[in-house]
């Protein structure tokens, strides 16, 4: 009995290590270390997001076939070559390319970390829950997510700050470009690291439901009304994810910081995604995933609305307050928009097929959403610039509790 607790454990563990650092490298260090990254790439912001967007074309094309292989092959297999072709990445990132290979490299990486691995992660997850844990199995991944998040992150501006002189002015920008090598092969070496663990503790067993014609499937996914829904509300969702992203750097302009302390202020509130994904996946099995949803927007669109409408001479108190607000509302989101899956009836053998048909459409934003924000930013330079971007985030936490609430009044179909 013990020994099929702690097997069953190890597995849920090894998914929230992989889980996250597969993401490291195309995402964490431009969340966590966004100034130092932009000023040894020579890139603005707009330019940085025009990169990303070849992540979110090649992403988006992944995501239903991606479905598709996870009912019909192994995740061990299928999770730890994704892990190990990320981290090839990451050894490519070392030289500082340029923006076209930039592009290419997420291009890559789109491919990497969603064709054989994302559905695959949320089946393997799925399966782990079982029918009355579904929240509790979703937020201990994105919870746990973040605390690996949290920690590399911690690591990586330990990194950073031993590597930099205490006076960052003096910095030379020879310096400044080793101490961001460094982070970036600490997040390679993780990556591969985490190829391994999968593929000794993932059991390699095949899906129940291998020899059926997935088509058939497919076609079942698509009349669902509720898999429309619910891609939507991941849409919603992950604007407010994506929009972590450029926090350091709005941190730098209100609070009159450096690069180092406003790194290590996001990669402390990365913490909250332990609280944030656990507690809400914990109050979902409780009260359904669909009203921890509806109240979760309300929050964050009221947060949203007062850090659009705050000048960088307000007070350091509201400014940080609702930032937290905002970082541990949007993990919660994330934490439960998955558990959906059982709420709304879907078959256990399509949930491959409905999380790519739900991630091609919900994550739609990794194609535009960097040279969109980083575009309203730019072109307003300082607070202003932030105003609007705090704005178009609200919008769509509106969007996102309006379709949560549609979800709850036309049923499950």
């Known amino acids: 009995m013990k020994k099929e607790k702690l097997k069953k454990w190890s597995i849920i563990l090894s998914l929230i290590l992989a889980g996250e650092i597969i993401f490291g490298l195309p995402f964490h260090l431009a969340r966590f270390f966004r100034p130092t990254l932009l000023e040894v790439f020579q890139l603005s912001n707009a330019q940085w997001g025009d990169a990303v967007a070849f992540y979110g074309i090649t992403a988006l094309l992944a995501y239903f076939p991606?479905?598709?292989?996870?009912?019909?092959?192994?995740?061990?297999?299928?999770?730890s070559f994704s892990l190990l072709a990320t981290a090839l990445g990451g050894v490519w990132l070392t030289t500082i390319p340029g923006q076209t290979e930039l592009a290419f490299l997420f291009g890559w990486w789109g491919i990497t970390t969603i064709l054989l691995f994302w559905s695959t992660m949320l089946r393997t997850t799925r399966e782990w829950g079982g029918k009355l844990s579904q929240g509790k199995a979703f937020g201990l991944l994105d919870g746990g997510r973040g605390l690996v998040a949290a920690g590399a992150a911690t690591l990586g501006v330990f990194f950073l700050a031993s590597l930099l002189p205490k006076e960052i002015e003096t910095i030379s920008p020879e310096q400044r470009r080793q101490a961001l090598v460094a982070v970036i092969w600490l997040y390679t070496l993780i990556t591969a690291g985490a190829a391994i663990i999968i593929w000794l503790v993932i059991p390699d067993k095949k899906t129940e439901r291998q020899r059926e014609n997935p088509f058939l499937g497919i076609k079942q996914v698509l009349r669902r009304r509720a898999t429309w829904l619910q891609a939507f509300v991941v849409i919603c969702a992950y604007f407010g994810y994506k929009g972590l992203d450029f926090y350091s750097q709005y941190v730098m302009l209100v609070q009159q910081?450096?690069?180092?302390?406003?790194?290590?202020f996001v990669s402390n509130a990365?913490?909250?995604?332990?609280?944030?994904?656990?507690?809400?996946?914990?109050?979902?099995?409780?009260?359904?995933?669909?009203?921890?949803?509806?109240?979760?927007?309300?929050?964050l669109t009221i947060s949203y609305f007062i850090l659009s409408s705050v000048s960088s001479t307000a007070g350091s108190l509201l400014i940080i307050t609702n930032l937290l607000i905002s970082f541990l509302s949007v993990y919660a989101l994330r934490g439960i928009y998955f558990a959906l899956f059982e709420e709304t009836h879907v078959p256990l053998h399509l949930t491959g097929t409905t999380a790519g048909l739900v991630c091609l459409v919900g994550f739609t934003p990794d194609i535009f959403f960097y040279s969109l924000a980083g575009r309203i930013i730019d072109n307003s330079p300082g607070i202003a610039g932030f105003q609007q971007f705090y704005l178009l985030l609200a919008v769509f936490s509106v969007l996102g509790l309006l379709a949560v609430w549609v979800m709850g009044r036309k049923g499950n179909d």
């Open 66 to 79: 991606s479905g598709v292989i996870a009912d019909q092959f192994s995740a061990r297999k299928l999770m």
């Open 270 to 299: 990365s913490y909250l995604r332990v609280l944030g994904a656990i507690g809400a996946g914990f109050i979902a099995d409780r009260f359904t995933s669909g009203k921890t949803l509806l109240t979760t927007f309300l929050i």
């Open 257 to 264: 910081v450096n690069e180092v302390e406003a790194a290590r």
